[in-house]
């Protein structure tokens, strides 16, 4: 049972549009998320991450949105680039035990259309 | 990535043989973790390692042993390599158990499993 969970395989938008990805968790103790960016051949890399004590984080066109009421977040990329085309992982962790490791989502495949 | 490699960064071997994946990390970071990538799966933890020859199971442990005699070097080792073990392998590390930037990650090893 997968507990982040990311329904979206794939999205296109175009550029400078704003791209949204969204991922869902259902494991209640996950109070840290992290988005990470994947391109081909290459290992992936950090992006953005939020604390569960807020609900917003921003990064110059990057942001995440965090609704822990409804375990879910986004993270919203405007405007969106042709180079932001690649897979986005999301992630979370927890403060205790196995949880501390980091469980990912199953990815989205970005592609930004020029 | 900067301060972690992994090798080999392709593999073909045959059904049954033994196999190990290397990951060196120059940063002298105590943790350490094996993820398998799949399609549908994202990442999913095989093992981590908190220190010099402590080690413990992830997600999907089955089939997979590991050892860490160094701080630098982390060995995944397939005894007997199975078709369901063809996959992309990545290497992490971290400074801490629950680090607020996650894990960096080497370039990944791909193994095919004929």
């Known amino acids: 049972d997968q507990q982040v969970k990311q329904n979206s395989p794939s999205l296109s938008v175009q550029e400078g549009r704003i791209s949204i990805l969204n991922c869902d968790y259902t494991n209640s103790m996950f109070d840290y998320f992290l988005w990470y960016k994947k391109y081909p051949a290459e290992g992936p890399t950090f992006l953005i991450s939020?604390?569960?004590?807020?609900d917003k984080n921003e990064d110059g066109r990057f942001t995440v949105f965090l609704n822990k009421s409804a375990k879910h977040l986004s993270l919203h990329i405007v405007p969106s680039q042709p180079g932001d085309s690649a897979v986005y992982f999301c992630?979370?962790?927890?403060?205790?035990?196995?949880?501390?490791?980091?469980?990912f989502g199953s990815g989205t495949q970005l592609t930004v259309l020029p | 990535d900067a301060g972690i490699t992994q090798s080999p960064r392709h593999k073909v071997t045959e059904t049954g043989t033994p196999v190990t994946l290397r990951c060196h990390q120059t940063?002298?970071?105590?943790?350490m973790y094996w993820y398998r990538q799949d399609p549908g799966h994202g990442l999913r933890l095989i093992h981590y390692?908190?220190?010099?020859?402590?080690?413990d199971k992830g997600e999907v442990s089955d089939g997979y042993s590991v050892s860490r005699s160094k701080t630098e070097d982390f060995l995944l080792t397939l005894e007997s390599a199975t078709s369901s073990q063809t996959s992309v392998y990545f290497c992490?590390?971290?400074?801490?158990?629950?680090?607020?930037?996650?894990?960096?990650f080497g370039s990944g090893t791909r193994l095919t499993v004929v």
């Open positions: 992490a590390i971290s400074e801490q158990a629950k680090p607020n930037y996650g894990y960096t």
């Open positions: 940063e002298n970071h105590r943790y």
């Open positions: 390692s908190y220190g010099v020859k402590d080690t």
């Open positions: 992630a979370a962790s927890g403060s205790s035990g196995s949880a501390r490791q980091l469980t």
């Open positions: 939020i604390s569960s004590i807020k």
